[in-house]
């Protein structure tokens, strides 16, 4: 039974870093503080906590953490 559960959880842990960098590379977040939209390091889109596409982040602008939403465009 615990090979089972072990042989299920591999391609679930090989994919999400692969699919958090998509996340990560696709389009910008929108800081709702200040308005500046960047692309955020990996790791603090790894461990952010979300809903949905919208990830609780510190701006690297402001310095200020909130909501940011993602936005596909710069302009």
Sequence with gaps: ??????????PFAVAIPFL???EQTAGY???QKCGHKYIPTFNSVMWAM????TRYMKCPHCGKKSWQKKVISKV
């Design 29 to 31: 977040y929108e800081c």
């Design 20 to 22: 958090i960098k998509i």
């Design 1 to 10: 039974r615990i090979l089972l559960i072990l042989l299920g959880f591999i």
């Design 50 to 53: 979300h809903f949905g596409r």
